[in-house]
């Protein structure tokens, strides 16, 4: 397993990290054995892997529920990560009220990174950046991360206090943070944290036309507005999406991978990023993963890949919103 530098934290994570959105969100999901999460847990820590990120919301609070029960009595092996709601944030008792609360569905004394997992309103950038750090001077949390702050937010929340870390969506088939977000990061010296790197399975060849994708999986900008449950109102990119699915395939046949590796060992290839969280539920979904963490992908088959996505990547353009359109977009 590779370690890297978690931005200015001095914290070494693992560059495969635990994704715990799957443990606790069984509306999403569907529901799972406590055991099965357990055994997911301590298989991913046995691989070294030592980062294991949730949030106040997956589930209701149920995805930290499991997961610090799942990593029992090694949780000090690991870094936990766990991020607070925007609305949350303010006023800053409410911070402080998040976070207890995290730490005791967590069952520690700690959150070795501690997120907020939208732009709370940047008026009160100051106040909440100046919260978090007394919350690292008490010894609540170890290190200062946000999670899906564009440029413009990025920039200003670094003026108000510290910042090691941006967990932004990024994958093979949305690379929008490509053009300004991933430049602005390694300005400011913050760690990228790389969530849904296999596009909730579609990176993972298990489906070959538009109508076999669950429904629930189709909200992104990639598909039409007319399907229920998307924000957005584009048109969408379904035939250059199922195209890039069809070429990545082809190559990762020619490779001998399959297509879910290939996808997390292209990101953890990327600049900036410091860590790919990948979610699992189960023994066998994670050992089928972690094999990422081991393979290289050499120059040529990183340029096919980019140049295989890049027509996707310029339909896109810059929104880095994944389900919002450019009038509605959070990320600025």
């Known amino acids: 397993m590779e370690y890297r530098t978690l931005g200015n934290s001095g914290l070494n994570v693992s560059v495969y990290a635990f994704g715990a959105w799957q443990l606790g969100d069984s509306s999403y999901w ?6 099965d999460a357990e055994a997911a847990v301590q298989t991913a820590i046995d691989a070294g892997v030592n980062l294991f990120d949730t949030a106040e919301n997956y589930g209701g609070g149920d995805s930290e529920t ?12 690991v870094y936990i990560a766990s991020k607070v709601a925007p609305d949350h944030c303010m006023p800053v008792e409410r911070l402080r009220e998040a976070c207890e609360g995290s730490l005791k569905r967590l ?6 990174v501690y997120q907020v997992h939208w732009p ?21 949390i170890r290190a200062i991360g946000v999670s899906n702050f564009g440029p413009k937010h990025l920039d200003a929340w670094m003026k108000s206090g510290a910042c090691d870390s941006n967990q932004l969506g990024y994958n093979l088939l949305f690379r929008a943070i490509e053009y300004e977000i991933v430049p602005a990061c390694r300005k400011h010296g913050v760690g990228i944290l790389a969530y849904m790197p296999v596009m909730q399975g579609l990176l993972a060849g298990r489906w070959n036309t538009i109508g076999e994708i669950p429904e629930a999986r ?10 229920d449950g998307t924000r957005h109102e584009e048109p969408g990119c379904e ?7 069809r070429s990545i395939g082809d190559l990762c046949n020619e490779l001998g991978e399959p297509m879910a590796r290939v996808a997390i060992a292209w990101l953890m290839a990327q600049p900036g990023v410091a860590s790919v969280i990948v979610g699992g539920r189960t023994k066998a979904q994670l ?3 972690l094999a990422a963490a081991d393979l290289r992908l050499d120059d040529a088959v990183l340029e096919q890949l980019d140049a295989r996505t890049a027509s996707l990547k310029e339909h896109l353009g810059r929104n880095p919103d994944m389900w919002c359109g450019e009038a509605d977009r959070r990320i600025h």
């Not at 569907?30 to 055991?35: I, L, M, V, Y």
């Not at 709370?120 to 609540?140: I, N, S, T, Y």
């Not at 990639?222 to 399907?227: G, L, Y």
Request: charged share 40%; aromatic share 4%; hydrophobic share 35%.
């Open 120 to 140: 709370c309103d940047p008026a009160h950038f100051d106040d909440v950046a100046a919260e978090m750090l007394r919350l690292k001077d008490q010894g609540k």
């Open 218 to 227: 189709r909200r992104t900008r990639h598909f039409s507005c007319e399907r």
């Open 66 to 77: 499991v997961l610090g029960k799942a990593l029992g009595a090694r949780r000090n092996d």
């Open 107 to 112: 069952g520690t004394d700690v959150l070795d």
């Open 287 to 289: 050992e089928r993963n």
């Open 239 to 245: 035939d250059l999406l199922m195209n890039a699915l």
């Open 30 to 35: 569907g529901d799972k054995d406590s055991a």
